[in-house]
């Protein structure tokens, strides 16, 4: 029999973190997972920070909306290919590395699988890498996979 897992894939709809569920779709050879897709729409001081462009209120929760559906989406097509996985989506709004952990943490997260987008020099000074920072705080362990290797 295999173990119960609960997996969480951070998704912002890149091909990197699209390959990455892909990936973590080949655990269920190994455990009997329950996939928790999450996306996180970056809010507030953070955002400005990062992109020099605040987004209006409205223009955030519409672009909650549509990560859902893409997210529903995303769910819909792997049951097509995969019809005994179980998955589940949330959308959450803020840091990402924070919301990440904290969802980990609420939801009793066993593993998180998150890809990297293979940042160097002045970008991932500047930026930064949410991978980076989910590895070093997470509530459970962390499975970080480099574009490369997908």
Known sequence: MKKILKILVPIDFSRHSLETLRFALTLRDYFDPTYCLLYVAVDGDFEYFTQMAGKPRQERQLQMREAQRRLEEEARRVLADCSDVRIETAVLSGIPFKEICRYAEEQN??????????????????????????????????????????
């Open 109 to 150: 997260v066993e593993l998180i699988v998150i890809g990297t987008h293979g940042r160097t020099g002045l970008a991932h000074l500047l930026i930064g890498s949410t991978a980076e920072r989910v590895v070093q705080q997470a509530p459970c362990p962390v499975l970080s996979l480099k574009p490369s290797i997908l």
